[in-house]
Nanobody, 116 residues
Framework: QVQLVESGGGLVQAGGSLRLSCAASGSIFRVAVMNWYRQAPGKQRELVAAITIGGSTNYPDSMKGRFIISRDNAKNTVYLQMNSLKPDDTAVYYC??????????WGQGTQVTVSS
């Protein structure tokens, strides 16, 4: 059974930083593209960052510059470093493991709140 467990969320002031972690169980980490998504109240879930097994990263244009995704294959963990946070970054952040287009696994989410 695949489990993704996020941690590292919390309350931070605008301009601050947080690092989210997502620990994956099972063997999925070795074959999955790992992604971070977020969903703010009343908005659709959106992609924040993606990283392949080999470490190639991808960010939507709106996320470039302040967010850094990385993965430690030895620890089955993916990270999201978030810098210069803004109140608009307030959302629930979800870890996602994707194998092709058919298989997606989700964590329970971690709340990030940025105060102004």
């Amino acid at each position: 059974q695949v489990q993704l467990v996020e941690s590292g969320g919390g309350l931070v002031q605008a301009g601050g930083s947080l690092r989210l972690s997502c620990a994956a169980s099972g063997s999925i980490f070795r074959v999955a593209v790992m992604n971070w998504y977020r969903q703010a109240p009343g908005k659709q879930r959106e992609l924040v960052a993606a990283i392949t097994i080999g470490g190639s990263t991808n960010y939507p244009d709106s996320m470039k510059g302040r967010f850094i995704i990385s993965r430690d294959n030895a620890k089955n963990t993916v990270y999201l470093q978030m810098n210069s946070l803004k109140p608009d970054d307030t959302a629930v952040y979800y870890c996602n493991a994707a194998i092709g287009t058919l298989y997606h696994y989700w964590g329970q989410g971690t709340q990030v709140t940025v105060s102004s």
